[in-house]
């Protein structure tokens, strides 16, 4: 028995990580995993990942206590197999799980004939227009709900998106997947083309989702958009006797977005939403600067949160190579500029530049697109690529990562 | 009947058109034994010593341009390959140069076109200047040293093999820099030549790796069935026969069928491989409705004939022409093209079905003995369970034996 040798393998399955004396291994499949910090497992774990080893080594029987009940611990969580190395049988190999995306930016880049905007309008994916940026409500937090989520905005010029550049920019979006196309402003009914939009819109049987404030909301007006999907923005104080009227108003494919800043405002959401017997809503913490530990409590995560759901293995690659919040999203606003996301620097302006042109550039100089992981302190942290992506709260807190594992970690 | 292609997908395959390919002249100045439109073949018009019109290759050109600038094109910038190909294409010199000066003032800022050239390069020292001024990417033909292009004979039945070699010469002498980025060479593979004997002389000659074909088995007539056989070689077969099979199936790497078979096993089977950005994000659309590994129409390229018959490729049979360019202007009939197509795959669809390697397929249709026959077309590529098993098994062997190929294939091969 002794002399027996075995095959130790890692599963295709398993995503490994390993970070300052730390190694973790997950199951993808089912989100078992196992962290260790033993020198002597990491070695281990590092001679499977030797390329030549396509993750399979050779262990004698007689290994350490250590290792076999590490053995015994993967094996349990579909992690490692071990298999009795009969003699004259080849060595069984693992394919690895490397990720070849094909269209990768940078191997386009190193392809003499091919340019990384080649299939473009197949990411653009999420559209959000603005068609007027004036608005005469005072919004507590007006400024901050746009940066964070869907939302209507505002400024202080008064600029309305030209009509004819508007059915433009339809034509060149005309072919492209989207999942998302969102108008909203500003206060859209104000909007100096609004009536011939919606005609225009129902000719050519467009159907985007308009967004609009709940004050905002015109009721002799609502008839005109009453075929499109609508979104109505609550904020606190919010006024409930509006969102009991539009809740009362025949809009079938009307949905609710209740923006709130602590836990008095989420209670007062739930409420709202049960009193006024609405169905399709969602609440959305929003960060106002003063309201750091809500967040803290709410939305930083821990070691726990993070691989208590499971992530796909295909998550844990998207997660290397894009921002899965932002990816093929594009903000067009009335003066014509573009950004790929609210927080960030313009990327063109549909006045000079077609919609394609301007996806290209984002891909190449990155505003948003492919933000991933991979500043500090998310570079050096085993759960990295688990974790989602970079979203609009790292960016408005202006921290990189809104969790406590890195103090774990340090430990 | 199943609508697997739709008249909007092959408007989106033309307005993101990346090859377009012009048969020149019918007319050679060599008379190969093996050549596509020669003695072993039947499918293909008439060689007449005929040119391709100017004006038809025009009247493609401002056809193409609207679906370029339509809203089905999905390319900020995109290369466009504009190919020419014969008979012997440098016969019809004045073609060439006018459709190069046509396309290079189009008014489209979105592509970059790239003028190419497969030639047998027997009139290469007359046009050379002006090929390498354009960029030309140039294939030439060429089966390997003087024995091994033994095929290759002018109309006399004279070897060519100095010309070729003393022009190509003569190019790399003239235009280094050149030479070394942009000209290829392509070896036919026969009962003359080995892929060893082609490895080696282009590695001492040029040193450089040219890609080999191999004989095309379709639309052979039947009487000449016998004598192609004879001629005909099997790339991999030919591979295994080597000394140093090892060592040249690794120098040519993509380039070998070995690593070709790997490479698409793993595209289709490891789970690692994704396509673009959308499919990390979003996952592999659903595989349900495209059967055989038959390109969409002009997914790849467009092919025109020296009769302005218009195909999705050279390398299929003229009957299966899905337009041409007519006195009065292009004719495509997009619903038409569909209907062929759709119908084509509806006499696979039940072979498909329970073929287990459905998912990487490389049988193209119109590749496929009696496909335009009423009846049930048999399909070669058709793999049982015990098939595939069997693919698989060679394919992991493979890798156990290689494994940093594994990574290489995984992370430096772009194959789409």
């Known amino acids: ?87 004259n049988q080849p060595k069984p190999i693992q394919l690895m799980p490397v990720l070849n995306l094909q269209r990768d930016m940078e191997k386009l880049q190193r392809e003499d004939d091919r340019f990384i905007g080649e299939s473009v309008l197949h990411y653009l994916s999420d559209i959000t227009i603005y068609l007027n940026d004036s608005c005469s409500l005072h919004c507590c937090h007006c400024g901050q709900y746009d940066r964070q989520t869907a939302h209507c905005y505002k400024t202080d ?29 500003g206060n859209i009914f104000e909007y100096r083309y609004f009536n011939e939009l919606c005609s225009w819109l129902k000719k050519k049987k467009i159907y985007p989702m308009f967004g609009i404030h709940c004050q905002n909301v ?52 739930c409420a709202m939403a049960e009193e006024c017997h609405l169905e399709n809503y969602k609440i959305t913490p929003i960060y106002t600067g003063n309201n750091v530990s809500f967040f803290e409590e709410n939305i930083y995560v821990t070691e726990q949160d993070i691989v208590s759901e499971r992530v796909p293995q295909r998550m844990i690659f998207a997660h290397q190579k894009l921002n899965s919040h932002f990816f093929g999203a594009l903000h067009i606003y009335p003066n014509g500029d573009v950004k790929a996301n609210p927080n960030q620097a313009v990327t063109g302006n549909i006045v000079q530049d077609k919609l394609l042109q301007i996806a290209e550039r984002e891909l190449t100089v990155n505003t948003a697109w492919r933000q991933i992981r991979n500043g500090e302190p998310c570079g050096q942290c085993l759960y990295q690529f688990l974790c989602p992506s970079p979203s609009n709260y790292e960016w408005v807190i202006g921290r990189q990562n809104l969790c406590s594992v890195q103090k774990m970690q340090s430990r | 009947m199943n609508a697997y292609l739709k008249t909007s997908f092959i408007k989106q395959q033309l307005s993101n058109l990346k090859q377009l390919t012009f048969e020149v002249t019918d007319a050679c100045n060599l008379k190969c034994k093996y050549c596509g439109y020669g003695e072993f073949y039947n499918d293909y018009d008439k060689r007449e010593d005929k040119n391709l019109p100017v004006e038809k290759a025009i009247r493609l050109l401002d056809y193409l341009l609207p679906f370029w600038q339509s809203e089905y094109n999905a390319a900020a910038h995109r290369h466009v390959y504009i190919s020419f190909y014969g008979g012997e294409p440098l016969l019809n ?28 390069a027997m009139l290469l020292n007359r046009y050379m200047d002006w090929l390498a001024t354009k960029d030309f990417n140039i294939l030439v033909s060429l089966d390997g040293d003087r024995d091994n292009n033994a095929y290759r004979v002018d109309r006399a039945g004279h070897e060519a093999f100095d010309t070729i070699v003393r022009n190509v010469e003569l190019l790399r002498e003239k235009y280094p820099d050149y030479f070394q980025r942009k000209i290829n060479f392509n070896a036919v593979l026969h009962n003359k030549n080995s892929v060893e004997e082609i490895h080696r002389f282009f590695k001492e000659k040029y040193d450089t790796m040219p890609s080999i074909g191999e004989l095309n088995n379709m639309g052979i007539r039947p009487d000449r069935q016998q004598l192609f056989q004879q001629t005909y070689r099997n790339q991999t077969e030919s591979l295994f026969q080597a000394e140093h099979y090892e060592e040249i199936d690794r120098e040519r790497f993509i380039k070998s069928p070995t690593y070709q078979t790997v490479c698409t096993f793993l595209h289709q089977y490891s789970g690692f491989v994704y396509h673009d950005y959308n499919e990390l994000l979003y996952g592999k659309p659903e595989s349900g409705n ?18 302005g018959k218009i195909l999705p490729c050279e390398r299929i049979g003229h009957q299966f022409a899905l337009g041409q360019i007519g006195e009065q202007g292009v004719e495509l009939d997009f619903k038409a093209i569909a ?28 590749n496929m003995e009696d496909i335009d026959i009423d009846g049930k077309p048999v399909c070669h590529g058709f793999t049982t369970k015990e098939d595939f098993e069997q693919y698989e098994s060679q394919v992991k062997n493979f890798i156990a034996r290689h494994p940093e190929d594994y990574y290489r294939l995984m992370e430096e091969v772009v194959v789409e």
Not at chain 1, 157 to 165: V, W
Not at chain 1, 230 to 243: D, G, H, R, S
Not at chain 2, 290 to 307: E, L, S
């Open chain 2, 339 to 366: 209907k062929i197509y759709n119908r084509y795959f509806a006499r696979l669809e039940g072979q498909c079905t329970r073929c287990f390697n459905k998912k990487s397929c490389t049988q193209c249709i119109f």
């Open chain 1, 157 to 185: 010029r008064t600029t309305h998106f030209d009509f004819e550049l508007l059915q433009q920019l339809f034509q060149q979006l005309a072919c492209a997947p989207l999942r998302m196309l969102r108008i909203t402003g």
């Open chain 2, 290 to 307: 495209w059967i055989t590994g038959t390109c969409p129409p002009f997914g790849k390229k467009m092919f025109i004939t020296v009769n």
């Open chain 2, 93 to 120: 010199m004045p073609f060439i140069e006018q459709v190069v000066a046509y396309v290079e003032q189009l008014p489209i800022t979105s592509r970059t076109f790239t003028f190419s050239m497969t030639t047998n």
């Open chain 1, 1 to 87: 028995m002794q002399n027996k040798k075995y095959w130790l393998g890692i599963l295709p399955h398993v995503y490994y990580a390993q970070q300052k004396g730390k190694a973790l291994l997950y199951n993808t499949k089912t989100g078992a995993h196992i962290l260790t910090d033993s020198k002597l497992i990491i070695t281990l774990l590092e001679q499977m990942h030797e390329k030549q080893n396509l993750g399979v080594i050779r262990v004698e029987a007689a290994i350490s206590e250590q290792h076999s009940a590490f053995i015994r611990e993967s094996a349990a969580k579909n992690i490692c197999f071990i298999a009795e190395a009969v003699e």
């Open chain 1, 218 to 269: 015109d009721f002799a007006q609502l008839h005109k958009i009453k075929e499109f999907p609508l979104e109505i923005f609550v904020n606190f104080p919010a006024q409930k006797e509006i969102v009991h009227k539009t809740g009362a108003a025949e809009l079938p494919r009307c949905s609710y977005s209740f923006l709130i800043t602590g836990e008095p405002e989420y209670a007062a959401a």
